[in-house]
């Protein structure tokens, strides 16, 4: 087998400057591809942290709350829903929400918000939202009677730092309730523009004493401001658990609550991004084709130019299977060298674009920026192994395998024939 090597090695090297064509052929194919898939593999885990810092990993609701997000669905019961998911140990934060439709207004000004009720000091362990306040301003504390606004709904109330705003909401009984005046703490500027424009923060346990216990029925009897909520989200210390996580804390939840993971809350997440992927595999079958255009190219002109030398090979006894396995081996060099090549210089940009990122967005206004709230302004690629060792072995398989035509010419050649060819 060794001389067979040494004899492909010597024909590849006979013609460098079209090897070498080809080698390069199959460097720039593989590297577009590794450059493809650090993106990739780089963006849908930045894309999940940064949906799940606001979102949570899990989200528990009743499944009417699922279809109709109103306060009439919302649990009213969950102190010992709360309890539960924070005892769970895969569970490393959670976040009761009480969130519902009304309106902020100030002095001539009103505009129509979601107002979110949230208990402030478990928010300040649980996402992003007291890591993005507006200067001067700051968080809620527990049982505080002030608001946190958008940045960009405190901008079009005309509202500052200290100003008081009142809060309209339907509530449990369809009754308006007024709410305030709350003085406002500050303002968020979370480049997301639900939050930006439209979202209110309160503290929970004031929300639901204003609109569930102090509604004015009797329905409102015995309810504790502290087991209302219309979501409980968590976070999890691993998120490749979250399924199992899942199941387990629907095991434990009373009859009437539906525990969701952030893929079935925002299922067009991940179907966008395999839409995305889909794309690539796209791009890598065009990649594929110009790289075994380029090896068929090589091989077969290789093995036409040396037509006479095969028939010598042959007369002198060399068996079939031995010249097809000898230009196979042509082939194969070619693609060894190629995809180690392409390894070298792709994984390198990676490395060092992986170290200094890339500005996504340098040359986008702010207002732009708003619509990719969920993508970093710095992104940071990466190399996942399996999409590494995929592309390799394609590539490597299509390599041989476009080389079965020229050695299989080369192998079926008769002695006489060939010897008497001008090749």
Request: with cysteine.
């Amino acid at each position: 087998m060794r001389i067979f090597l040494a004899i492909a090695w010597r024909n590849v090297m006979r013609n460098k400057k079209r090897s070498m064509l080809t080698i390069v052929s199959i460097s720039v194919g593989l590297v577009a591809m590794i450059m493809v898939w650090s993106m990739f593999d780089g963006m849908y885990p930045m894309l999940v942290s940064n949906l799940t810092s606001f979102t949570g990993h899990i989200d528990i609701t009743r499944p009417e709350h699922v279809d109709k997000p109103f306060l009439e669905n919302a649990v009213t019961d969950g102190s010992g829903i709360i309890e539960t998911a924070a005892a769970n140990p895969d569970v490393t934060a959670y976040s009761p929400r009480l969130v519902a439709n009304g309106l902020v207004s100030f002095g001539s000004n009103s505009q129509g918000a979601l107002i979110t009720g949230l208990d402030p000091d478990l928010e300040s362990r649980f996402g992003r939202l007291t890591e993005i306040m507006g200067e001067g301003g700051q968080w809620l504390e527990p049982g505080d009677e002030g608001i946190v606004l958008g940045a960009v709904m405190a901008k079009n109330l005309d509202v500052g730092l200290g100003d008081e705003v009142l809060l309209v909401i339907s509530d449990r009984s369809k009754q308006l309730a007024y709410i305030g005046p709350l003085a406002v703490r500050g303002m968020i500027k979370s480049g997301v523009p639900d939050i930006d424009r439209s979202t209110a923060f309160v503290d929970r346990r004031m929300l639901a004493g204003s609109l569930f216990v102090d509604a004015g029925s009797g329905e409102s009897a015995g309810i504790d401001p502290g087991g209302v909520f219309t979501n409980l989200l968590l976070r999890v210390k691993n998120p490749d658990r979250l399924e199992a996580v899942e199941e387990e804390l629907q095991g434990k939840m009373p009859a009437g609550v539906t525990v969701r993971t952030w893929k079935e809350v925002n299922p067009w997440v991940e179907s966008s991004f395999n839409t995305k992927v889909g794309f690539a595999y796209i791009v890598f079958s065009i990649v594929l084709l110009i790289v075994m255009a380029g090896i068929l190219n090589t091989v077969l002109m290789s093995v036409i130019e040396r037509t006479r030398e095969f028939g010598i090979m042959r007369s002198l006894g060399t068996k079939r299977w031995q010249i097809f396995s000898t230009v196979s081996l042509e082939s194969a060099l070619l693609g060894v060298v190629g995809i180690v090549a392409g390894l070298a210089v792709g994984m390198g940009i990676v490395a060092f674009l992986g170290h200094t990122g890339i500005d996504m967005f340098s040359a986008m206004d702010e207002e732009m920026l708003g619509q990719f709230y969920m993508i970093d302004r710095i992104f940071y690629p990466r190399l996942g192994f399996e999409h590494l060792a995929t592309t390799c072995a394609m590539i490597m398989v299509a390599v041989l395998l476009v080389a079965v035509y020229p050695a299989g010419k080369a192998a079926r050649m008769q002695p006489v024939e060939a010897i008497k060819s001008l090749g």
